[in-house]
């Protein structure tokens, strides 16, 4: 079993979506969470970071932490074409080497 | 652009040959990073260097991988004897001081041996 299981889509939205992307997590140890945002052939980009259980709001973007579970959740508001990309959970414990990577979900979003 | 650089971004290779990749991490970030990505796949952990010393190797990195940090700042990736398995990306990230926790990456080198 991976540390960071991630559904890996693709999942098609209509433009206007309210997205949830979600991931499940083993390692009770894992303290900070993130989401990236990759698009085609290029590099993750950092969306969100967050170290606790609860909700951390930034523009359309939504991250949700359920330590109990060991569920992570990202909700986009207002989906656009331009969301259209892969997005990566991960989470961590000790220093930024010990992250590990969801295999990421692709997201399309159709106008 | 004050991101993290990487150079070059595509690469392709015959089996066999040695490759050699360069990453400029965002100034003033002490902390480096190496990760591979295949395609489906995020990205996994090769190395770490804090300023010049490589504190961490993953087990992904075999014999064939070799990277340096001389002087603190740019870091190479060496991949000797390439085979098709070796065809990924290749990325770099980097993290400011006294922030371990979160990283940058560059815009990846894609190998693709043939």
């Known amino acids: 079993q991976k540390e960071v299981e991630q559904d890996p889509g693709p999942l098609s939205v209509p433009e206007g979506a309210i997205v949830s992307l979600n991931c499940t997590y083993s390692n009770s140890a894992f303290q900070y969470f993130m989401w990236y945002r990759q698009y085609s052939r290029k590099g993750p980009e950092l969306l969100m970071y967050t170290y606790s259980s609860g909700n951390k709001v930034d523009g359309r973007f939504t991250a949700q932490v359920d330590k109990s579970s060991k569920y992570i959740s990202l909700f986009i508001r207002d989906s656009q074409p331009s969301d259209s990309a892969t997005y990566l959970c991960a989470s961590g414990s000790g220093g930024y080497q010990k992250v590990t990577f969801g295999t990421g979900t692709k997201l399309q979003v159709i106008p | 652009d004050t991101g993290v650089s990487q150079d070059p971004r595509h690469k392709i290779t015959k089996r066999g040959q040695n490759v050699t990749f360069r990453c400029d991490p965002i100034?003033?970030?002490?902390?480096l990073y190496w990760y591979r990505q295949t395609l489906g796949q995020g990205p996994e952990f090769l190395t770490y260097?804090?300023?010049?010393?490589?504190?961490?190797k993953s087990r992904l990195l075999s014999d064939r991988f070799s990277a340096e940090r001389p002087k603190g700042s740019f870091s190479t990736l060496e991949i000797q004897r390439t085979e098709q398995g070796d065809s990924a990306m290749y990325l770099c990230?980097?993290?400011?001081?006294?922030?371990?926790?979160?990283?940058?990456f560059g815009q990846g080198t894609r190998l693709t041996v043939v």
């Open positions: 260097f804090q300023n010049e010393a490589q504190l961490e």
């Open positions: 100034s003033e970030h002490n902390r």
């Open positions: 990230a980097s993290s400011p001081p006294n922030s371990g926790t979160e990283a940058f």
